[in-house]
């Protein structure tokens, strides 16, 4: 028998296999493709203090191995999460994490205050790299001083498990990692988008709406793996990592890198069944290469 | 609005090439196909195609409860569809479906149905499940030239058919949306378009001079093709809707065209 359960915090979760914030809707429409309760757990999409249309059509270009989105947080804002979508998922068989986005302190603050009452929500995951209004539109998760600031505020209203998520358009990955442990933070998830362009040539213009986007997919793998890497190697929270993720190899890969769980986002788009694969896929490895158990993976890189 | 969504693999049946740029998949599922609608659509997997990374989105043109297949009129435009056009007689293709929601029936007995390009897809089926209903089916359809036109015999069995051609080779000369059938005095209960962007609205815009419901199938690029990703969403009276799972069929009204 493979032990696969990992605890992470306070999280005890069956397998590593989570699911990335933006691609897994509430959960609701994956329900015909696998059973949820088999899932470490779900990251539900972007909730916002107030209700966001995101930016204009087109949101979305294939890249080479990944693709570009500019969603741009479309949800119904906190209150309507708390009231018509928070009934629907809190008795999911598995941990259901919220992740939380704004544009000033006082909005993150504000959702996580409210996001904190639910009984059934055991972590939230800070999106960091949203643009900063009162900073001009910088990311708070590119300055470390507005991170750890961020972090630390939510941190005072917050008080179950705060993992917050990194994002990749940095020059230090490790000084951020440093910078959001030293606001509180639990535990880090990492890596958000990559910023990227794409271009129509014969029409001259940018493909998306906004011009750039976030890139994901296994385009963005080595950089994820680096990154998740580097900064396991800088703290000693636990980190979940994520980043083109598609097979069970691809997760084994980040568990050896130093992740202790793993998130799984743009693959759900082509199969939405893939993290089943991925948790019987890791299963199966570690049977083949003798290991008892996945918590011994964690950062197992040979070097 | 559409049932459980499934993801099998389907075995092609025929690949069947209408002329340089289009050809139809039919495809034999292995259980028990859904009872599709028209307007409905697939999501099918591309492999082997390094660029071809996300499913490709294809409306269903042809179901037949009976052989349990769905028929795929496919243009081809770039990798994912190329790699398509290639397939033989026992290959298989991973196809998630149904997706979508469909066309709806008209307050009358007398519609008209405008297609464009590969937004001919969706109107065959379209065309069979009106006729059905026994509503009176008139289609236009628009061309380059002559060579190109396939189908015309099969659409025939439904109903009129009218064509334009850009070089006037065969029907009236020009664009569909310039077809003397729109300022001519023939009215419709329902208007069903199909087709680019610029094509729709310019029906859609006649339509509504004419007070004519119109309903159009969007085809905005899609990641999942199943609610998840906000990618595809459209603009509504409403709000943003997604064409994938509130669509691909709107009334024009809704679109505020
Ligand atoms: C709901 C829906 C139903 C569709 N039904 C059909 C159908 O029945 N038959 C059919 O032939 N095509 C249909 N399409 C369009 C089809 O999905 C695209 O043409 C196809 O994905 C192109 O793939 P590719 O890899 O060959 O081209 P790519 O290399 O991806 O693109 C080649 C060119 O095609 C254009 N293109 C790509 N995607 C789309 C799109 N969604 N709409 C318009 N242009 C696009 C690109 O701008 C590019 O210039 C439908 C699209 C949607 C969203
Ligand atoms: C369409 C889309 C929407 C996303 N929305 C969010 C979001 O709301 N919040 C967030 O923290 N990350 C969001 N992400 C980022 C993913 O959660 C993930 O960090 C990233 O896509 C890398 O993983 P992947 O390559 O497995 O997709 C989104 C990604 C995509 C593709
Ligand atoms: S294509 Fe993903 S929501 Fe429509």
Redesign the pocket.
């Known amino acids: 028998m493979i032990d696969l359960s990992i605890k992470i915090g306070h999280l005890n979760m069956k397998n590593p296999v989570m699911t990335a914030s933006g691609t897994f809707g509430y959960g609701e429409e994956y329900r015909d493709f696998l059973d949820l309760g088999r899932l470490g757990g779900i990251v539900v999409k972007a909730v916002t203090g107030n209700n966001r249309d995101g930016n204009a059509y087109p949101r979305m270009a294939?890249t080479p191995s990944g693709m570009l989105n500019s969603v741009g947080l479309q949800n119904k804002g906190v209150d309507y999460f708390v009231k018509e979508i928070y009934p629907l998922i809190k008795d999911f068989d598995t941990n259901v994490i919220v992740n939380i986005s704004g544009s000033t302190i006082e909005e993150y603050v504000a959702v996580a205050e409210k996001i904190n009452e639910l009984e059934n929500i055991p972590a939230i995951e800070l999106n960091i790299s949203c643009p900063n209004v009162k900073q001009g539109g910088m990311a708070f998760g590119t300055i470390s001083s507005t991170a750890t600031e961020v972090t630390a505020a939510v941190r005072k209203v917050y008080k179950k498990d705060l993992i917050v998520k990194l994002s990749p358009n940095v020059t230090s990955i490790q000084e951020m990692a440093k910078a959001v442990v030293d606001g509180g933070a639990d535990i880090i998830s990492l890596i958000n988008t990559l910023l990227g362009m794409a271009i129509d040539a014969d029409k001259r213009r940018p493909v998306l709406s906004t011009v750039t986007g976030g890139l994901s997919g296994p385009a963005i793998k080595p950089v994820a793996l680096r990154m998740v890497w580097q900064v396991s190697k800088a703290v000693k929270v636990p980190v979940i990592g994520m980043g083109g993720i598609m097979n069970a190899t691809d997760a084994i890969e980040f568990i050896l890198a130093g992740a202790s769980a793993v998130q799984v986002g743009t693959a759900n788009f082509i199969d939405p069944g893939v993290t089943m694969k991925i948790v019987e896929g890791i299963e199966a490895w570690c049977g083949l290469h003798k290991v008892g158990s996945v918590k011994e993976l964690v950062g197992g890189l040979i070097s | 609005m559409s049932g459980k969504k499934i993801l099998h693999d389907l075995v092609v049946l025929k690949n069947e090439h209408l002329n340089k740029w289009h050809f139809i998949l039919e495809l034999q599922a292995p259980e028990l196909l859904p009872q599709f609608l028209p307007g409905q659509?697939v999501q099918v997997l591309v492999k082997d195609s390094p660029s071809?990374f996300l499913r490709?989105?294809?409306?269903i043109?042809g179901f037949d409860p009976v052989k349990n297949t769905i028929r795929?009129?496919?243009?081809?435009?770039?990798?994912?569809?190329?790699h398509l056009s290639l397939l033989r007689e026992g290959d298989k293709l991973n196809v998630m479906y149904p997706l979508?929601n469909s066309f709806t029936l008209p307050s009358g007995k007398n519609v008209l149905l405008v297609g464009g390009g590969?937004g001919v897809?969706?109107l065959l089926f379209l065309a069979r499940w009106l006729k059905e209903q026994d509503v009176k089916v008139t289609i236009l359809t628009g061309w380059k030239r002559k060579e190109d036109i396939f189908e015309k015999d099969v659409y025939l069995q439904c109903g009129e058919v009218l064509v334009t051609t850009e070089n006037g080779s065969e029907g009236e000369m020009g664009m569909v949306t310039s077809h003397t059938i729109f300022k001519s005095d023939r009215t419709f209960d329902r208007i069903y378009c199909c087709g680019p962007d610029r094509m729709m609205k310019a029906v859609a815009h006649m339509a509504k001079r004419k007070g004519i419901d119109c309903e159009v199938s969007l085809?905005?690029?899609?990641a999942c093709g199943f609610g998840v990703c906000l990618c595809c969403i459209t603009p509504t009276n409403h709000g943003n809707q997604r064409?994938c799972m509130e669509g691909?069929v709107f009334s024009t009204k809704e679109l505020g065209w």
């Open positions: 294939e | 659509f071809t490709r989105p294809f409306s043109h795929l009129l496919i243009q081809i435009k770039g990798e994912g569809t190329s979508g590969c897809a969706p085809e905005n690029t899609m064409v691909p």
